[in-house]
């Protein structure tokens, strides 16, 4: 087990609705990166939040945004959702940012319907 | 991700032989390489990292190898055990990418008794 935990486990929703998941990082650990895995595919990077900033994004449009914060833990909120929203959502924790392991909890499935 | 890619889709082993998984890369900028397990319904599980300064790094049963020359990352499995089945993906990261890590579609491992 790594440490890093997502809530919820599995979620349906319908298009158009909002969600919102989280991601508790690995005790010590300042930055949480997302990503998004389509079935049968490697994990797609969305974004990286170090000390409660953004640093850095991957080619996701601006419904996908997120936060992180004081103790690290850290939001995905997508809008507008859209059928190919439909993943495995990876939440990873490092030390820090840079040249640093990434931990990754267990996911959290969407399912939009 | 567009710029790591797997050499096998699936590999088939029988319990106690070697694996060998194979990666190539494109940008020679890649700083930091790591190969993560994924079994069915987690996320994914670090293995072993290499930094771009190394040639080859060991660890329980596990070796990376890197090649720059050709750009070229594999990982060995030493007496390949039932537990081993799972995708391995590698991934390759960069300063200039913020060190988002960028994967590969993955290789699926199955070991046969």
């Known amino acids: 087990e790594t440490g890093v935990t997502q809530s919820p486990t599995h979620l349906i929703k319908t298009r158009g609705q909002q969600v919102t998941l989280r991601c508790s990082s690995q005790s010590g650990h300042n930055t949480v990166s997302w990503y998004q895995q389509a079935l049968g595919q490697g994990p797609q990077f969305i974004f990286q939040y170090y000390r409660e900033e953004e640093n850095g994004r991957g080619n996701f449009p601006p419904r996908f945004s997120g936060l992180q914060f004081p103790n690290y833990s850290s939001e995905l909120n997508v809008n507008a959702l859209e059928l190919d929203d439909s993943a495995l959502y990876l939440c990873a924790s490092s030390l820090e940012v840079g040249i640093e392991t990434q931990y990754f909890g267990p996911g959290t499935r969407l399912l939009v319907l | 991700g567009e710029n790591v890619g797997l050499h096998l889709p699936t590999l088939s082993v029988q319990e106690g032989d070697n694996s060998i998984i194979n990666c190539a890369y494109s940008n020679s900028a890649s700083d930091y390489f790591i190969w993560y397990k994924q079994e069915s319904g987690k996320g994914p599980q670090f293995i072993i990292d290499?930094?771009?300064?190394?040639d080859k790094r060991q660890g329980q049963r596990v070796t990376v190898l890197l090649n720059k020359t050709v750009k070229h990352l594999s990982l060995q499995i030493a007496a390949t055990q039932p537990g081993d089945s799972a995708v391995y993906f590698c991934?390759?990261?960069?300063?200039?990418?913020?060190?988002?890590?960028?994967f590969g579609k993955g290789t699926s491992l199955l070991v046969t008794p």
């Open positions: 290499i930094r771009s300064n190394m």
């Open positions: 991934a390759e990261t960069r300063a200039n990418s913020g060190y988002a890590l960028n």
